[in-house]
């Protein structure tokens, strides 16, 4: 299942939202070069994103990744939410954020939506790291960040209708579905994901995308403005503009 838009209007433009999709994207074709140059694209991963073992000390394990180690250690958990491995991999996290990041922004406000993608992300980051100590693999991308919009989109707005693309091999349809459904679906598909994958989540860091989400629920009841607090939970009524 795949989101296309929701019927959720905001008050506010998502100034932030876009900033972070503007500069994730400038990220991607200035430093990371569009992925066109798979030598400098890696280089970039190996340079910006979290290696595990680089921050926990520990001993690398016997699967030796594609880095050097040496290059940036805490200061990576920052800018590796900017940093993508190809441009599915770009598109599908910005297209998320889109969807579900305006209407979080309109009941945090800017700057609190600011923080909460920025801590979110790191807490994400964390939770890979705890649950891969020892892994050489670099990790990059804005997935945690994102995870935690979507938690917080659905403890916010559960009623909310998300138009989403079904395909399950010739059958495609549209279905309007409650977030309550399609993002549980997506969160259910991580946590058994994490238990059927390898050790090290063969290439995609579930524990990321799980860890995310459980910070977006928790931070969204944090920084909530108390003067949005009810309207934020408020189901919205249909009408309003598509995104």
Not at 102 to 118: K, Q, S
Request: charged share 10%; hydrophobic share 50%; proline share 6%.
């Amino acid at each position: 299942m795949f989101p296309l838009r929701d019927d959720n209007p905001t008050d506010i433009f998502p100034v932030m939202t876009v900033l972070a999709i503007g500069g994730t994207g400038a990220v991607w074709w200035l430093v990371q070069g569009a992925g066109i140059s798979e030598t400098a694209l890696v280089a970039s991963i190996c340079r910006y994103g979290v290696i595990a073992v680089e921050l926990t000390g520990g001993e690398p394990g016997a699967d030796a990744g594609p880095c050097t180690l040496g290059g940036l250690t805490w200061q990576a958990v920052f800018t590796s939410i900017f940093m993508h491995g190809g441009w599915a991999h770009l598109i599908g996290n910005m297209w998320f954020l889109w969807i579900f990041g305006n209407n979080v922004e309109d009941a945090l406000g800017h700057v609190r939506f600011v923080i909460f993608y920025l801590v979110a992300g790191v807490v994400a980051a964390g939770a890979q790291i705890v649950a891969t100590p020892e892994s050489q693999a670099p990790m990059v991308g804005a997935s945690g960040a994102v995870s935690a919009v979507m938690g917080a989109y659905v403890l916010l707005y559960p009623r909310a209708r998300v138009d989403t693309l079904f395909v399950f091999f010739v059958f495609v349809r549209l279905l309007p579905l409650p977030a309550w459904v399609m993002l549980g679906y997506w969160i259910g598909l991580q946590l058994l994901a994490s238990t059927l994958a390898p050790a090290d989540g063969g290439g995609v860091a579930y524990m990321a995308h799980i860890g995310g989400f459980g910070a977006g629920l928790v931070l969204v009841t944090l920084l909530m403005p108390p003067r949005r607090s009810r309207r934020g939970r408020r189901p919205r009524k249909r009408g309003g503009r598509l995104r």
